[in-house]
């Protein structure tokens, strides 16, 4: 039973980051929306399947906020913000998807690295547990990093904050105050960027941020 | 009540002044309660602990308040040594309170000087009194701050903004360095306060960084060279009473911290200690009076002389550091008395000198020698007082500077039981720099005394000057009194320094209280003695019977004659000597290699009506050697690090992923 129940919590840690990967090359906006749904998904099941593995009912809540905010309200409300917009067409990397993706890869192969040296002697779980979580931490911030429109960025913003909550997660004992907090920190970020998106586009006609950049006189 | 709890609800006092302050900064009556109050409290602190000094059964009292560090808060403690600063800094800020009431009138913006002066005067006590490094570094830097606040406070005028600049920097620069101390310090002992520190000291060599730590942090404040390069541009600029408190008192602050820390807390010193601080002593001593040499601004050049003075001090805490760690306690308590009795002297003479620029700044609206003369004509009781004080800082008895500087020289007399062979020929070769360093300060005031009150006024602001009010002239006659009553009984003083010796070194000066005659004997009765009486009644009575003898037996015939004018007569006030011309010898013989003096003539071609120049120019070479070096590696990095506020949020982005990245790449790889 131990053995399964580290396999599956290690299946479906490895599941997001995969799912991680799949975001970094969909330069359609819906498709993205999509993927990210799905890794909502991935993680309320993570989040759950720890809840039964560690016998703590809390963390059922934290997977249903998962599922809920995350796998529904925001990416549809993203959806209707993109129609509403109307930059369902728009396509954009700054990088192109191969070198995207060979970063990508770097990156897991370094903190898988840095989590197995540091966290040596600790729960097993919650050792690749963690060095899954800042594989999804450190491919949410590459993707904000290789991205030019606002949503896109939210969305690797987004993301990276699923790696947080695994993270949490993956720790025994982490009150679920914590990850109350966390959650409604993001709404609320996710709010504000909304209605930042909505005064950048009234202004400047797109979503693209480098018209921010244009409008600060900068060279690019 | 212990003497502690009376100083610290005084400095709370002060405090609440400063509150009065900002209320009636800008009413007249704002002006006597903050002064009058300031005055009140600091005698009051300065009797406390005087009383406590002189008290031979008092221990050290200490108090504990619940601020600063959550688990330490704030130690307090009264030893000999602080009563000893306490006694200065109250001396000192009460005289200033009692110029500054009558000075104060000519302020323009009382309400910049007001609420700053009493926090000034409360953060020194707070710093001599501290007993943990927080709040040490905490009272520093609340007097560095305030007394910065009261530079800025004429920050329209020309240079001032500067001026304070350099000092805030400088003063940062020294917190650094004193954290740095205390840091090592508290890692031998594992806790901030003193007496731990003490503790974990006791049997252990004070180690070299941080001594050089501490000359770093303190030497800073209290203007060492090459560290000095604040202290003559913010010293002047800042209001005159308050100028004279820096001067006078905080430049003290910073020595007491160096002798706390290196005397008290970092163990046993070494000779090379003694070897280090003899060697800045006496280059900050020759090199302070040669730059006041080169002045003409009246407290510029009395910022200079406060460097000379700290480098005198320097020299006799050098001594006593070197004769300590060979085992002399003996000779290091007289170099020591010696140095701790200069921190006395100077803050009385400087502070009158100050006063006496102040009143003439007040009244002229000058600091420019060469546009003042003929005060003692207008201004004769300031002329007076301020003469007293040029005889002090130049050392001449019967007034107090002779006798400190004696001491010094007596301690350097003793040098010949010193074993290490650098000490031996370094010693003798800084009593040579401290014997030049008082022969030029010696000129320096004749020049000073000499173009500024002699002679006939170059202005018309000197030629309408008036005397100063009754206020700023009994602040000017206590100080002088003051150096004559310590340069004539300066047995007294030395006896109420030996707690503090006997604290500090374990040995004492010889008791002076029963020498007969009044005289003090540094070492033994067979080596040498000084009578300041004997001195004193000697130049009265010669004084006045040769006054006698002129106005008795001398001709009364009266013979007006013209004055020698070297053949072209000229009515004119600016043919007379000039305090560039005092200057020129000195600056031909020292200064063309250290300030890189050079004169020319410009004559004008044959037929030309422009008159014929004469230029001396002057640099700085220690600012442009030391300073402007790493000014310019600042500004170019920043200059090169400025493209980073102007980049794209995506590039802001990808910093801090990169930030993250590599110190990621960093634990992974370290073993």
């Not at chain 1, 590459?142 to 909550?165: D, I, K, P, W, Y």
């Not at chain 2, 008159?611 to 001396?616: E, L, S």
Request: with cysteine; aromatic share 10%.
């Amino acid at each position: 039973m131990d053995r399964l129940a580290f396999d599956i919590a290690h299946l479906l840690a490895g599941g997001l980051v995969l799912v991680s990967f799949m975001m970094l090359y969909q330069d359609r906006l819906y498709a993205l929306l999509n993927i990210f749904a799905v890794h909502a998904l991935v993680l309320a099941a993570s989040v759950g399947w720890q809840a039964h593995i560690q016998d703590a009912p809390h963390l059922y809540v934290t997977a249903g906020i998962a599922l809920v905010f995350k796998g529904l309200v925001i990416p549809m409300a993203l959806h209707r913000m993109i129609q509403r917009l109307g930059i369902h067409r728009e396509i954009e990397t700054v990088i192109g998807v191969g070198p995207t993706m060979l970063a990508g890869m770097g990156l897991v192969a370094l903190s898988v690295a840095v989590m197995l040296q540091v966290t040596e002697g600790a729960d097993p779980i919650a050792r690749e547990d963690l060095a899954f979580a800042l594989a999804v931490v450190l491919l949410g911030l590459l993707m904000m990093v290789t991205r030019r429109n606002a949503v896109s960025q939210v969305v690797g913003f987004m993301s990276l904050e699923n790696g947080l909550v695994l993270a949490a997660t993956g720790a025994r004992g982490m009150p679920l105050v914590v990850e109350i907090s966390v959650a409604f920190s993001i709404l609320i970020a996710f709010i504000v960027i909304g209605i930042f998106l909505f005064r950048i586009r009234e202004r400047f006609d797109t979503v693209d941020v480098q018209a921010l950049d244009r409008h600060r006189g900068e060279r690019q | 009540m212990s003497a502690i709890t009376g100083l610290l609800a005084g400095i709370g006092a002060l405090l609440v002044t400063a509150l009065g302050g900002i209320a009636f900064g800008r009413h007249a009556a704002g002006r006597l309660l903050v002064y009058g109050t300031a005055m009140l409290l600091c005698s009051a602190m300065a009797a406390l602990a005087l009383a406590h000094l002189l008290d031979p059964a008092a221990a050290p009292s200490t108090a504990w308040l619940p601020l600063g560090l959550p688990w330490q808060g704030a130690l307090f403690r009264l030893d000999a040594l602080s009563a000893f600063f306490a006694v200065v800094i109250g001396l000192g800020g009460a005289v200033a309170s009692l110029f500054a009431l009558g000075y104060g009138r000519h302020e323009h913006a009382p309400g910049r000087v007001l609420p700053f002066y009493p926090l000034f005067l409360a953060g020194m006590n707070l710093v001599v009194l501290a007993d943990d490094a927080f709040s040490f570094l905490l009272s520093w830097e609340f007097m560095s701050l305030s007394s910065w606040a009261l530079v800025m406070a004429h920050h329209q005028e020309r240079d001032n903004a500067r001026a304070g600049y350099v000092y805030l920097v400088m003063a940062s620069f020294g917190t650094l360095a004193l954290l740095l101390c205390f840091g090592l310090l508290a890692s031998a002992s594992g806790d901030y306060t003193f007496g731990a520190m003490r503790a974990a000291a006791q049997g252990s060599a004070a180690t070299l960084p941080v001594l050089a730590l501490a000359l770093l942090g303190a030497g800073s404040k209290a203007g060492i060279v090459p560290l000095h390069a604040w202290l003559p541009l913010a010293h002047p600029a800042a209001p005159s009473h308050v100028s004279a408190l820096m001067s006078g008192v905080m430049t003290k602050v910073a020595v007491y911290g160096f002798i706390r820390i290196a005397f008290d807390l970092s163990g046993e010193p070494q000779w090379w200690s003694g070897f280090l601080v003899l060697l800045v002593g006496g280059a900050t001593a020759v090199l302070g009076v040669l730059y006041a040499l080169m002045q003409h601004d009246l407290k510029r050049l009395l910022a200079y002389h406060t460097v000379e003075n700290i480098g005198i001090i320097y020299i006799g805490l050098g001594l006593a550091l070197a004769f300590q760690s060979n085992g002399l306690p003996a000779a290091a308590a007289l170099a020591l008395t010696a140095a701790l009795f200069h921190v006395f002297n100077h803050s009385a003479f400087k502070s009158l000198l100050f006063f006496g620029a102040g009143a003439v700044l007040a009244a002229t609206g000058e600091r420019d020698m060469e546009r003042l003369g003929g005060l003692i004509h207008r201004m004769p009781m300031t002329a007076f007082a301020f003469l007293a004080g040029c005889i002090a800082i130049s050392a001449l008895p019967p007034l107090n500077g002779f006798v400190s500087e004696w001491l010094t020289f007596q301690a350097i007399l003793q040098s010949p039981e010193l074993p290490q062979w650098a000490l031996k020929i370094m010693v003798p070769a800084v009593g040579g720099l401290l014997a030049l360093s008082a022969a030029l300060a010696a000129a320096c005031f004749v020049k000073a005394y000499g173009i500024g009150f002699l002679g006939r006024p170059r202005s018309d602001a000197a030629r309408d000057a008036k005397e100063a009010d009754a206020f700023s002239l009994t602040a000017m006659f206590v100080l002088a009194g003051l150096c004559l009553a310590a340069g004539i009984l300066p047995g007294f003083v030395i006896d109420a320094l030996a707690p503090a010796m006997q604290a500090l070194l374990g040995e004492r000066m010889p008791l002076q209280a029963g020498v007969d005659w009044l005289s003090i004997v540094p070492v033994a009765a067979g080596r040498s003695s000084y009578n300041g009486w004997l001195v004193f009644a000697f130049i009265a009575l010669s004084a006045s019977l040769a006054v006698v003898i002129i106005h008795r037996f001398a001709s009364h015939a009266r013979r007006r004659a013209p004055a020698w004018d070297c053949g072209t007569p000229d009515p004119d006030p600016a043919t007379q000597y000039t305090a560039g011309s005092f200057a020129q010898p000195i600056r031909r013989v020292f200064g063309t290699w250290i300030f890189a003096a050079r004169e020319q003539v410009e004559m004008p071609p044959p037929g030309s009506t422009a008159p014929a120049r004469h230029v001396a120019v002057v640099r700085d070479l220690l600012w442009e050697w030391l300073y402007a070096p790493v000014a310019g590696a600042v500004a170019f990095a920043s200059g090169r690090l400025n493209v980073l506020q102007f980049l794209t949020i995506r590039r802001y982005l990808a910093l801090v992923f990169l930030a993250l990245v590599s110190l990621l790449l960093v634990l992974a790889i370290w073993p």
